[in-house]
């Protein structure tokens, strides 16, 4: 039976409370419960605060998940052990279990620049031979989105993937949440260059100490200026 969650605000806005969402989500998807899961960082709390938009986005998705360390050292402040969830792991689990039980129904890959979507996939196909996904780049005229649009709604595929960045992907996916009102949808960032090889992920020991976003400001030093806003969360975290 499909059991909402229980949440707890972050800077206003809500975090859903769970030790396993890919199993959730999965009793979702049994149910045909559609689920638009967001991944909460620090930066995109901080976001919210300044656009109205996307603060919106958050408060109406069914499924907030602490992605950011922020997140979860905020929760912890209140005494809430919550335990981080960052989106790729969450995708990758929902991935791996969902084939085990269902492997001929189509999986979506949506986003990111020519040719790394479908290495993605490969990545996919070749853990889980038999797996079924779809795949189409985020740079589409405004042709190829419609019938790409067209494919996702004759497909009906029950787990959307989608690597347009924040905010974007977040509202591609409330905008196009009818064309399969019962899939779950997942703004997933950069999983895809993960997955086709074309960044690495942070070492384990950064992402056990909650450093990730310091191995990624080395990979793309050009966020210094976004990663500003960490600080400014830290102590909103304090006086909050």
Sequence with gaps: MFTPLNTFPVLGLPVHLNDNY???????????QGVHVVTLNAEMAMLAQQESEVAQVIQTAELVIPDGAGVVIYLRFRGKQQQRCPGIELAQ????????????????FYGGKPGVTEDAANYWRAKIPGISILTSHGYLSPEEQETWKQTLKTQQPPIILVGLGVPRQEYWIRENRYLCPQAIWIGVGGSFDIWSGTKNRAPRWLRENNLEWLYRLYQEP???RRMLVLPQFLIKALLS
Aim: glycine share 0%; net charge negative; proline share 7%.
């Design 93 to 108: 689990s929902l991935l791996e279990k969902f084939a085990s039980v269902s492997p001929s129904s189509p999986i979506v």
């Design 22 to 32: 890919s199993d959730w989500l999965l009793n979702c998807i049994e149910h045909n």
């Design 222 to 224: 050009w966020r210094w």
